[in-house]
């Protein structure tokens, strides 16, 4: 068995009452692959120190250029830096710690702008640093072997891809209430970015159909709608995709669809048959070949080369939501082992979603905007 040594991980954000940070620490720990031993959890010195011992972390900054600096400094000095801020910091904190020669696993969107993702992949490459963004259901096992199932061409040539993404939280005015802090700040553009909705999910969606089905679409026709009255950002996304090969999308978002919880799920047909993924019951996969019955595909007796990789529990025990996020941090390690050792990242780990990723969900969210401004007149996502 090869023996990794246990890299040391700083956060910035996350602090008391953080959901996204407290899954975050979660999941780095989880395959003791990271050892999180700093963080700027709070700008207020007090809650940050308060934020770090309730998490138990060593080093407690109240500034993140000052940890950047003081970090790199240090012959103990954190290995990577995981970023779980309100969206409109992603890109500033991102850069001072590249700057600073440090590693970035970074919560997604990339950045609240299309000219700032870009900037950012820019120095991502000149840096030579790793930088992964938490695409959180591409860590899935069967989500891979879906990906390879495709493509090895089982399910024959792609015609249609459909994704879909619901969820019921913002059904009602809730950061009007003072009360629920993700509310607040995911509808404030301020801090989210002029996406609501299409930023928070539709990017989730739109990754993980390009994941499984390999394609991009190059064109987009879409729809975006705020439902709550006085809302600031949207709450509702619904697209049309046009892929190179001819195959046609669509895309739904929605953040105020009454009965749901976090139901996204993916469909893929082929020339051969379709494959269902849904993520509320993610150790299934369900293969319908062209004029066959559905089969059940179940994690753990699947034995793909990626599906493998990231299983870690025998047949029938369940594995979620916090295994995929680990599997993410998993590779992460795998892959700035390599690169410190100046060596080829592991095939293994070359699933991981990047910083050229981000970039790309950043193109969706500018051409849907776009299109649903003319009225969803059709617009290129990519020339």
Same mark, same amino acid.
């Given at each position: 068995?090869?023996?990794?040594?246990?890299?040391?991980?700083?956060?910035?954000?996350?602090?008391?009452?953080?959901?996204?940070?407290?899954?975050?620490?979660?999941?780095?720990?989880?395959?003791?692959?990271?050892?999180?031993?700093?963080?700027?959890?709070?700008?207020?010195?007090?809650?940050?120190?308060?934020?770090?011992?309730?998490?138990?972390?060593?080093?407690?900054?109240?500034?993140?250029?000052?940890?950047?600096?003081?970090?790199?400094?240090?012959?103990?000095?954190?290995?990577?830096?995981?970023?779980? %801020?309100?969206?409109?910091?992603?890109?500033?904190?991102?850069?001072?710690?590249? !700057?600073? /020669?440090?590693?970035?696993?970074?919560?997604?969107?990339?950045?609240?702008?299309?000219?700032?993702?870009?900037?950012?992949?820019?120095?991502?490459?000149?840096?030579?640093?790793?930088?992964? @963004?938490?695409?959180?259901?591409?860590?899935?096992?069967?989500?891979?072997?879906?990906?390879?199932?495709?493509?090895?061409?089982?399910?024959?040539?792609?015609?249609?891809?459909?994704?879909?993404?619901?969820?019921?939280? @913002?059904?009602?005015?809730?950061?009007?209430?003072?009360?629920?802090?993700?509310?607040?700040?995911?509808?404030?553009?301020?801090?989210?970015?002029?996406?609501?909705?299409?930023?928070?999910?539709?990017?989730?969606?739109? #990754?993980?159909?390009?994941?499984?089905?390999?394609? &991009?679409?190059?064109?987009?026709?879409?729809?975006?709608?705020?439902?709550?009255? /006085? =809302?600031?950002?949207?709450?509702?996304?619904?697209?049309?995709?046009?892929?190179?090969?001819?195959?046609?999308?669509?895309?739904?978002?929605?953040?105020?669809?009454? /009965?749901?919880?976090?139901?996204?799920?993916?469909?893929?047909?082929?020339?051969?048959?379709? &494959?269902?993924?849904?993520?509320? %019951?993610?150790?299934?996969?369900?293969?319908?070949?062209?004029?066959?019955?559905?089969?059940?595909?179940? =994690?753990?007796?699947?034995?793909?080369?990626?599906?493998?990789?990231? %299983?870690?529990?025998?047949?029938?025990?369940?594995? /979620?939501?916090? !295994?995929?996020?680990?599997?993410?941090?998993?590779?992460?390690?795998? #892959?700035?082992?390599?690169?410190?050792?100046? =060596?080829?990242?592991?095939? !293994?780990?070359?699933? &991981?979603?990047?910083?050229?990723?981000?970039?790309?969900?950043?193109?969706?969210?500018?051409?849907?905007?776009?299109?649903?401004?003319?009225?969803?007149?059709? =617009?290129?996502?990519?020339?």
């Amino acid at each position: 068995m090869t023996r990794h040594r246990r890299l040391r991980l700083g956060m910035v954000g996350g602090g008391q009452g953080a959901f996204i940070g407290a899954v975050h620490r979660i999941a780095a720990r989880l395959d003791d692959r990271f050892e999180l031993v700093a963080g700027a959890l709070s700008s207020d010195p007090s809650r940050a120190q308060a934020s770090a011992d309730e998490a138990g972390i060593a080093r407690s900054y109240s500034d993140w250029r000052t940890m950047a600096h003081a970090e790199a400094a240090r012959d103990d000095g954190i290995d990577a830096v995981s970023i779980v %801020t309100p969206n409109h910091l992603h890109a500033p904190v991102a850069s001072a710690f590249l !700057e600073a /020669g440090i590693h970035v696993i970074c919560d997604k969107p990339l950045a609240v702008s299309l000219a700032e993702g870009e900037a950012l992949a820019k120095l991502a490459r000149d840096t030579g640093k790793l930088f992964a @963004l938490t695409h959180t259901y591409s860590g899935y096992p069967l989500v891979r072997h879906a990906r390879a199932m495709v493509a090895s061409g089982e399910l024959g040539e792609l015609r249609i891809v459909q994704v879909e993404y619901a969820q019921d939280w @913002l059904a009602t005015p809730i950061e009007a209430s003072g009360t629920n802090r993700q509310a607040a700040w995911r509808t404030d553009p301020a801090l989210a970015g002029p996406a609501g909705c299409l930023g928070d999910i539709g990017t989730h969606a739109y #990754q993980l159909a390009a994941f499984i089905s390999g394609m &991009l679409p190059e064109s987009i026709a879409a729809d975006v709608h705020t439902f709550v009255a /006085g =809302r600031r950002v949207d709450d509702h996304v619904q697209a049309l995709l046009r892929y190179p090969n001819g195959a046609r999308g669509t895309l739904l978002a929605s953040q105020v669809a009454s /009965g749901a919880e976090n139901a996204l799920q993916v469909r893929i047909y082929g020339t051969r048959g379709n &494959l269902l993924f849904d993520q509320q %019951t993610p150790d299934r996969l369900w293969l319908t070949p062209l004029g066959g019955a559905a089969q059940c595909l179940t =994690r753990g007796r699947v034995h793909s080369a990626a599906a493998t990789h990231a %299983t870690r529990l025998p047949p029938g025990h369940p594995e /979620g939501y916090l !295994e995929a996020f680990a599997q993410l941090y998993a590779d992460a390690a795998l #892959q700035i082992e390599a690169i410190d050792a100046g =060596r080829p990242p592991p095939a !293994e780990s070359a699933l &991981l979603t990047t910083v050229d990723d981000g970039v790309e969900g950043l193109r969706f969210i500018d051409a849907v905007l776009a299109s649903s401004a003319a009225n969803a007149a059709w =617009r290129m996502i990519r020339r």
